[in-house]
Nanobody, 117 residues
């Protein structure tokens, strides 16, 4: 079992920055990919960024150049640094843990990000 604890969401003005954190605990010693997804009201959940244990990253086109995902193995934590935020970035952001060893997917509780003046 993996537990994901998220933090860092909030209200920010357009052009501002936020850093989301997701601390994973439990059975995290596996072949896995962690990432961030977001889901706005009436929309499907979409990929924002992912990162492997080896540091390989993948970004949605909308996030490239503005968002940076990173992973701290010692703290078992993944981060999403979001810069130059736009109103369309407003969403509930979910931390994701894909456990390929156990064939399971885990989700955080979600943290609200609102970009507004």
């Amino acid at each position: 079992q993996v537990q994901l604890v998220e933090s860092g969401g909030g209200l920010v003005q357009p052009g501002g920055s936020l850093r989301l954190s997701c601390a994973a605990s439990g059975s995290t010693f596996s072949i896995n990919v962690m990432g961030w997804y977001r889901q706005a009201p009436g929309k499907q959940r979409e990929l924002v960024a992912t990162i492997t244990r080896g540091g390989t990253t993948d970004y949605a086109d909308s996030a490239k150049g503005r968002f940076t995902i990173s992973r701290d193995s010692a703290k078992n934590t993944v981060y999403l640094q979001m810069n130059s935020l736009k109103p369309e970035d407003s969403s509930v952001y979910y931390c994701n843990f894909r456990d390929f060893t156990g064939g399971r997917t885990y989700w955080g509780q979600g943290t609200q990000v609102t970009v507004s003046s």
